[in-house]
């Protein structure tokens, strides 16, 4: 579960048969609140799937009883990659890229092909993921006699690695259930 602060931070998505919630959410920053990430400048990155979910919650889409989300029917929940109205303070971001494919065992909650939704804080300073140049990038050139023309190609050497677990919360969720 990967617990910092007694709070969660990979957790499996709690709606039925695995599909994430407006909980999950309320969830993700809990997870966040206990680890003392500031709230500012929350992220989500989202699978499609979980915006399906969300776009045909009764709770969301029921306009009488919920005036902050007017509008879902006519308009969608989503324009391009982003969506349109926060969520619990997140602001979320929709695509494809995610790992799937995952088969985990939380907390006795299973999940046979999941994905991994993403949350974390992007103030600057405290962002989960932190990048390095070991190489400056390098042009190399030559002129193709057969083809006729030049050809350049570059090379560096860089790395990505985990900064900050406590500023990083994974929500699996089962995108083939949401869809069902």
Wanted: charged residues 20%; contains cysteine; proline residues 3%.
């Amino acid at each position: 579960a990967n617990a910092i602060n007694g709070a969660a931070h990979r957790l499996i998505a709690s709606g039925t048969n695995d599909v994430v919630t407006l909980k999950d959410f309320a969830r993700a920053r809990f997870a966040l609140q206990k680890a003392n990430v500031p709230l500012t400048n929350l992220i989500a990155i989202v699978d499609p799937s979980v915006e399906f979910t969300l776009s045909t919650l009764s709770t969301l889409t029921d306009v009488s009883g919920n005036a902050k989300w007017e509008g879902i029917i006519t308009s969608g929940i989503s324009t391009g990659m982003r969506f349109i109205r926060n969520v619990y303070g997140f602001d979320v971001y929709v695509s494809n890229y995610l790992k799937d494919g995952i088969a985990e065992t939380i907390s006795g909650n299973t999940v046979a092909d999941g994905v991994a939704n993403l949350f974390f804080s992007a103030t600057p300073g405290l962002t989960p993921f932190i990048g390095a140049m070991r190489q400056a990038p390098k042009v190399d050139s030559e002129y193709n006699k057969d083809l006729q023309r030049d050809e350049y190609v570059t090379t560096c050497r860089y790395g990505l690695a985990m900064y900050r677990p406590e500023n990083f919360v994974t929500i699996i969720s089962d995108k083939v259930s949401a869809i069902a």
